[in-house]
């Protein structure tokens, strides 16, 4: 049945290269850690994108509760975590994933380096990997205001600062960030809910494609 | 292959299907080593690093639940900010005096930008050959250096801050809502010329703010009440009440009657 539907669907589109492209290749012996141990190295990161995966569907699942306002963002975020059944670990799964998330990223970036595996022909991966080393910290950044408690007004108020003192476009960065001039309040709050769950996601999604793209193309770096 | 500029990659999948079955991978021989299919043997064992992983990642999410703090209050101003644990180096380096104040510019711009800035050259700064580690001192030696700082800094950090302050003043205060009777003779004490200093710090409303804890919604008898007017304490200093003994001992019973409903 499976097969006949594919079939189908490959007579009219052609399908079979693109499966091959994305699934159907070798992977050398040492990146495998069943082979070598220690190529466990290679593995971090993939459970960087695994919880990438997770961040993404733990998120969409809290703004089905989550209220983007100051007089309600905090309430609703209490209300998820005491009172909506599994709320607790759906926010618990999406807040220690954003910790694990730069471990494990960090991780793979120390692996690449000292494997050299940035060297040509891979420069290019390695500038995007870089970008979203990037977008991560910002998700991270973003993500940490919404609960609107006491840690995250502070912490932001903190980070905007810094913001603001790049030189000559720090009071652009600032206004953008925060919505106004001086104040630290609702539109700051609705900026970063936008930023977090809009921009940086498309932002991120666009680099993961060009990173794995870049990967299946030029495949993984050989052995030392 | 005969495509592209003829760059050979490894594991390279643009290879034609010539005397290939659909979705059959090459025959292994052809291959240098023990290589192994993708799919879906070898996603299937890089599937049991994952659940590994995610038992891992769910006894954490079980043993610690998030932490929330009391909501946002701009009006705090002696609210000490620690950003997430991962800025913690960022947020250190800011405190040394080379890389604050006048030159907050250093600390906050330079130094990272640098790190970042070099970190996205790197293949143009390290243009060499050679992979190894050993075979490249300087790309090694400077992340390593980065690498240590790193773990100083956000070790550093971690140990002066004082958690205990930090986890009181994010505590979520229970919303105490006690009806205040105003024409209680204890409260016009409270509000009137006597209770001036009380006012100042606990508030009109007795919710008290930065400097003083809530009236209402206390835990002490009348007569720990009447000694805490007198004597002070904590950051309350002592005899700050002006009115009479009598006076004082009507205002310690209407404090002591303002409690939480159980």
């Known amino acids: ?224 | 292959m005969h495509r592209g500029k003829g760059m050979k990659f490894v594991g390279d999948s643009r290879v034609k299907a010539n005397n290939r079955m659909v979705n059959m991978p090459k025959d292994y021989s052809e291959y240098p080593g023990k290589t192994e299919a993708f799919w879906p043997d070898f996603l299937l064992k890089e599937w049991m690093v994952g659940a590994v992983f995610l038992i891992g990642y769910l006894l954490l999410t079980v043993a610690h639940p998030s932490p929330l703090e009391g909501p946002a209050d701009p009006t705090n101003a002696s609210y000490i900010p620690l950003p997430d644990w991962y800025f913690l180096f960022l947020y250190q380096l800011l405190k040394y005096t080379y890389a604050s104040g006048p030159y907050n510019i250093v600390g906050a711009i330079i130094i990272p930008g640098l790190t970042i800035g070099a970190l996205l050259l790197m293949p143009f700064l390290d243009k060499g050959p050679e992979r190894r580690p050993s075979k490249r001192p300087l790309p090694t030696a400077f992340m390593l250096l980065a690498l240590a700082s790193m773990i100083y800094l956000t070790w550093e950090s971690v140990v002066n801050h004082d958690w205990e302050a930090a986890a009181k003043q994010g505590e979520i205060k229970e919303e105490v809502d006690i009806e205040i009777d105003e024409t209680a003779e204890g409260y016009l004490i409270f509000t009137g010329e006597q209770g001036k200093s009380c006012i100042a710090c606990h508030g009109a409303d007795m919710q008290g703010g930065g400097a003083a804890p809530a009236l209402v919604g206390n835990e002490l008898t009348a007569e720990e009440v009447a000694e805490v007017i007198k004597n002070g304490r904590g950051a309350m200093p002592a005899g700050q009440f002006a009115g009479t003994d009598e006076e004082l001992q009507i205002l310690a019973e209407f404090i002591a009657s303002l409690k939480a409903e159980e």
């Open chain 1, 1 to 224: 049945m499976l097969n006949k539907i594919y079939d189908w669907v490959d007579e009219r589109l052609d399908i079979t290269p693109i499966w091959r492209d994305i699934a159907d290749h070798e992977v050398p012996e040492h990146v495998n850690p069943a082979h070598h141990f220690s190529a466990f190295v290679y593995c971090f990161g993939g459970l960087t994108f695994f919880v990438t995966v997770i961040q993404i569907l733990s998120g969409m699942f809290l703004t089905m509760y989550y209220v983007p306002d100051v007089e309600n963002a905090w309430k609703s975020v209490y209300y998820l975590q005491n009172e909506v059944a599994f709320g607790e670990i759906v926010r618990g799964m999406h807040h220690w994933g954003a910790s694990l998330v730069i471990v494990m990223m960090f991780l793979h970036t120390l692996r690449v380096f000292f494997t050299g595996s940035y060297k040509k022909p891979r420069e290019l991966n390695w500038i995007v990997g870089v970008l979203i080393f990037c977008v991560m910290l910002g998700l991270g950044f973003t993500g940490y205001l919404l609960p609107w408690d006491m840690k995250a007004l502070f912490a932001t108020k903190v980070g905007i600062e810094i913001a603001a003192s790049v030189p000559f476009i720090g009071e652009l960065i600032k206004v953008l960030l925060a919505g106004d001039a001086t104040i630290i309040g609702a539109q700051t709050l609705t900026r970063f809910f936008a930023i977090h769950v809009f921009f940086l996601p498309a932002a991120l999604f666009a680099l993961l494609a060009a990173h794995f793209i870049m990967i299946r193309r030029q495949g993984i770096s050989g052995p030392l």
